[in-house]
């Protein structure tokens, strides 16, 4: 392993100040993972923890599963940690957090650095797999550290809390979009059960009674039109005929044999009632 901050003085930095300092590099690494460490800086730390995370690795790799890719953005204030496909942070690296960085000169793909996690105040090494730019990202983080503490010379320590709340604010920008994130995940899912709730528009008719071809409702023994008892146990009283009878196309009422009296019905009509009636009666006798 190879310590970054301490570079050769006859190597030049690959970036300018001032892409480091009011902008970021990017670059694209394969991310191993990260893991807990006793010491914040160490060439022997950082090689336990490589060898942990790539057994780690493999044996998720023998699963069927891939090493994650990620988006490096580094500048002076930190190493951002991105999807990048969503651009999400995952992870928000403050530059005076990070106490160690090195390149692996035996795998030249390897590069790995130790950062102080803000809530836990635990050490954790971030191990990556760059195919052509592992070195290159080391010595970019590097250059990142040399630009932040010739500012804060030129400062005269002034900006140590101006840094201070940065890095309170990017944490708090961190926190937002993963609370903004979580909450689109809520409403998706809110929205997918609505969608299944909705009754479809031909399912509203389930609803109502079958009728027949002539649209008539169905006559259901069931339910048979019996009226009620009074509740001084006399026979209850015939329906009120409404006081505003229709009349059909030549004037005259309609026959409705559920309200109609016996004084309704014509003479004739009555009369041959009548007859049928004691026929039926002296028919019963005779039996």
Not at 77 to 94: A, F, M, T
């Amino acid at each position: 392993m190879n310590r970054a901050f301490n570079r050769k003085k006859d190597k030049s930095w690959m970036h300018t100040p001032e892409a480091l300092a009011k902008h970021f590099i990017p670059y694209n690494a394969k991310f191993l993972g990260n893991t807990e460490v006793d010491q914040p800086k160490g060439t022997e730390v950082v090689k336990d923890a490589v060898r942990k995370l790539k057994f780690q690795r493999h044996i998720k790799k023998s699963e069927g599963q891939k090493i994650p890719k990620v988006e490096l953005q580094i500048s002076i204030y930190g190493v951002k940690i991105l999807d990048p496909k969503s651009k999400e942070v995952q992870y928000n690296c403050q530059l005076h957090r990070i106490s160690f960085c090195a390149d692996d000169k035996t795998d030249k793909r390897i590069f790995t650095f130790i950062c102080k996690d803000s809530e836990s105040n635990k050490h954790l090494c971030y191990v990556f797999d760059s195919e052509k730019c592992a070195e290159e990202i080391t010595l970019t983080i590097g250059q990142a550290f040399d630009l932040a503490y010739k500012k804060f010379l030129e400062s005269g320590g002034k900006d140590v809390e101006t840094r201070k709340q940065i890095g309170g604010l990017q944490k708090r920008i961190q926190d937002l979009e993963a609370e903004n994130s979580e909450l689109k995940k809520q409403l998706q899912v809110l929205e997918e059960q609505l969608m299944i709730a909705q009754v479809p528009p031909g399912s509203s008719m389930s609803s109502k009674t079958p009728t027949d071809i002539f649209d008539m409702v169905p006559f259901s023994p069931m339910t048979p039109l019996v009226p009620l008892p009074a509740s001084n146990g006399s026979a209850p009283p015939p329906p009120a005929r409404p006081t505003e009878i229709s009349r059909d196309l030549f004037g005259a009422e309609p026959f409705d044999p559920f309200t109609c009296g016996a004084a309704d019905f014509p003479p004739d009509i009555q009369s041959k009632l009548d007859e049928m009636q004691r026929q039926r009666w002296r028919g019963s006798k005779w039996d």
